[in-house]
């Protein structure tokens, strides 16, 4: 078994230690190797390492309170000029976010995903914020850092959540 996968945690509090550059492109190498509907790779990613900008991201998002901590965050965004069909760019970006938060626990780093789209006011906000181009969904934003809390590994294996076509 992978062990990332299940070391995972959503982390909410961070260290002041930035990011460093490579760590980024990783978590980025990461998200841009995850599967797309008919290999659009409709993803695309906004690195912001600004304390102005992760403070005020509660403004944008009342669930990103952990963002005035995180010394980083990853927007990711679907492009919808990039796919006939919009719907897909949902699955697109969340493929992708998963993948940044297994590789974020392979470098050493927590985070802590929240999600943007379908909210309207939510995707407005980010969209005006950060001066996006229309065609430029904002689906869900990734706080990434070092953690500055441990918490326990849970075992979310739940066999009554199973069925079996035979």
């Known amino acids: 078994m992978l062990k990332e996968i299940y070391q995972r945690q959503s982390i909410r509090k961070y260290k002041t230690k930035p990011v460093e550059q490579e760590k980024i492109e990783e978590l980025l190498k990461a998200a841009m190797q995850a599967p797309t509907a008919r290999n659009n790779q409709t993803w695309r990613f906004l690195v912001i390492t600004n304390r102005r900008q992760l403070d005020e991201m509660t403004e944008l998002q009342p669930y990103t309170g952990m963002m005035k901590t995180a010394p980083c965050a990853i927007l990711v965004m679907g492009d919808k000029e990039a796919s006939a069909d919009e719907g897909y760019l949902y699955l697109d970006g969340a493929a992708a976010i ?69």
Request: proline residues 6%; charged residues 25%.
């Open 98 to 166: 998963e993948n940044i938060l297994i590789e974020a626990v392979h470098q050493g780093l927590g985070t802590c995903w929240c999600g943007i789209w379908p909210k309207t006011e939510r995707v407005e906000g980010f969209q005006k914020k950060f001066s996006l181009p229309a065609e430029y969904i904002p689906i869900g934003v990734v706080a990434v850092g070092y953690a500055d809390e441990e918490k326990p590994i849970q075992n979310r294996f739940d066999v009554t959540k199973i069925q079996y076509v035979k």
